[in-house]
């Protein structure tokens, strides 16, 4: 397979100094290209996108401090390293005015030119280290977008609507397709950017034609990707589409659907978008399965007296499925917490690194310190992401003495940047208390159910405690706003199942709290007035303790 040659754009009036800068270059294996003033730079910079450009300061109609100022103005060439290869800056100030501007680098003349090359290839492999860094950063960031956008919607034809949309953004696609199907692996509901819906019959034909990619996922139920079309796909499509992937939408190992997309260049897609449609795949089809379940789950809260004996194994399996899906609801409105979070550490990450690829390529020694800091940025992110995922990742349920004011520390941990971003001041009085008796993550999932639902009575900031002291013979914990306050016809109907005081949401987050605190044999109380906030109390019992409650 041919690889790319790195494109470097020389810029000096000088035909000698250009002609010796391209024989070195050509030679250390990079395509050059050159310019002889400073319009021309700038022309070729747009037009080119080199990797490199090589940059002297005297030019005619623009000098080289004038063509770095505009490069850096222009979104499209911000990015392009530029190192300036000059005589003319000798004193420090002038070094340090090209710097300020957005250069990387200097080289004066004359030079070696082994250190010109090492530096050049030093500039570039920063900028693409921290270019895919980037981007993995944007890939993550869209992820968590998504699964928040697909988990806030449980009907199931608005959630597919809203998936062909997402996923017609996400990836810039001329033609997406969506395929559901039932237990026996035939299509029941299937749409596509053209069309609101698509027969069995001819949902069938479209997956059985030779031409199809969504067609070919379903004969082997892998991702497929496709960096150019045949024309047997145009003759299914009429689209004009020469690249495209499909994934499966699995749940415990049941293919549950195919999300196809095709864009009208060649070579579109790669295998980073094959990895992001794998991953939002994964997303999709729990979003499609929650979808599946709460509309059953909603049809048996209206005929439960008839069907309880009935459906009893079934309502535990989607008031499961339901936990993780209000948990991943959490997490879409943690979302730009975390990721600013994730995005503070990259920094230093980034700087420590170019350091030290200078320093390896100038054959000088890392500075270990510098390697150190890197290190200690990473475990911070891991941190970050380890809290993440370990209340993201589904319960076992398993019962294990859990320390309430431990767990209160680690949910303000988790939710600390977003309440700072909402102005909301966050104190904690946790008393010392004996463990009680629990799942993790679902006790973990009542608090932070109730702090989220707190910092969204204050909009305009206010302040938000948690308590944690003895009661009786149990443990209390009390979450207490400044927030708006729940009316008083409200506050007794705030936990029952599809009830919400918000225009937005499913009316399921206390309803799930409520059911948790019960399943753990402790009870809830809230406290409200009009204007003044709110105070949600959870009583538990101690581990060891069978006592009843005490009065609300």
Not at 270 to 275: A, D, F, M, N, Y
Request: a negative charge.
């Amino acid at each position: 397979m041919q690889t790319h040659k790195p494109l470097v754009l020389v810029a000096d009036d000088e035909a000698n100094a250009v002609l010796l800068l391209h024989r070195v270059l050509e030679r250390e294996g990079f395509a050059v290209e050159s310019a002889r003033d400073g319009m021309a730079t700038l022309e070729k910079a747009r037009a080119l996108k080199p990797d490199l450009i090589l940059l002297d300061v005297q030019m005619p109609r623009l000098n080289g401090f004038e063509v770095t100022a505009r490069l850096r103005e222009d979104p499209e060439t911000a990015r392009i390293p530029v190192i300036f290869v000059t005589a003319a800056a000798r004193e420090p100030s002038d070094v340090a005015h090209g710097l300020q501007l957005g250069a990387d680098d200097y080289i004066r003349k004359p030079y070696d030119y082994h250190e010109l090359v090492a530096r050049a290839i030093s500039k570039m492999r920063a900028r693409q280290l921290e270019d895919r860094l980037q981007r993995r950063n944007a890939e993550l960031e869209a992820l968590v977008r998504v699964g928040a956008e697909f988990n806030q919607r449980l009907a199931l034809p608005e959630l597919t609507r809203r998936m062909i949309n997402i996923i017609t953004q996400e990836f810039s696609a001329r033609f997406v397709e969506l395929y559901l199907f039932d237990e026996d692996g035939q299509p029941v509901l299937c749409r596509d950017t053209l069309r609101e819906e698509i027969g069995q019959a001819e949902a069938l034909a479209l997956l059985e034609h030779p031409g199809s990619v969504a067609g070919r996922v379903y004969r082997t139920g892998e991702p497929f990707l496709q960096a150019e079309l045949a024309d047997e796909f145009d003759l299914l499509y009429a689209q004009g589409l020469r690249s495209a992937l499909a994934v499966p939408l699995h749940h415990h190992n049941r293919l549950l659907g195919i999300l196809a997309v095709a864009h009208s260049e060649p070579d579109f897609y790669g295998e980073s978008k094959l990895r992001m449609a794998r991953s939002i795949g994964e997303q999709a089809a729990l979003a499609v399965r929650n979808a599946q379940l709460y509309a059953a789950l909603h049809s048996y809260a209206q005929n439960l007296e008839a069907m309880v004996e009935e459906r009893t194994d079934e309502l535990r399996s989607a008031q499961a499925a339901l936990l993780q899906s209000e948990k991943l609801a959490a997490l879409g409105r943690l979302a730009a917490g975390i990721a600013h979070e994730v995005n503070n550490p990259l920094q230093p990450i980034l700087n420590t690194l170019e350091v030290a690829i200078e320093d390896i390529a100038s054959g000088q020694p890392v500075d270990p310190q510098s390697l150190r800091i890197a290190e200690q940025e990473v475990q911070r992110i891991k941190g970050i992401v380890t809290r993440l995922l370990g209340f993201a990742r589904p319960s076992a349920g398993e019962m294990i003495p859990v320390d309430l004011s431990a767990l209160v520390e680690e949910v303000i941990l988790l939710t600390q940047k977003q309440l700072e971003h909402m102005d909301i001041r966050v104190s904690s009085s946790l008393q010392d208390v004996p463990p009680v008796l629990g799942t993790p993550a679902q006790l973990k999932q009542v608090l932070l159910n109730l702090v989220l639902n707190a910092a969204q009575s204050m909009s305009g900031g206010g302040d938000l405690s948690i308590e944690v002291y003895p009661e009786g013979q149990g443990v209390a914990l009390a979450v207490l706003d400044t927030g708006i306050g729940i009316e008083d016809e409200s506050v007794g109907r705030i936990f029952e199942p599809f009830y919400s005081t918000k225009s937005e949401g499913t009316g399921l987050g206390l309803s799930v709290t409520y059911g948790i605190v019960q399943g753990h044999g402790g009870t809830i109380h809230v406290r409200s007035q009009t204007g003044e906030g709110s105070q949600f109390t959870v009583w538990l019992p101690c581990q060891r303790s069978n006592s009843a409650p005490p009065p609300a």
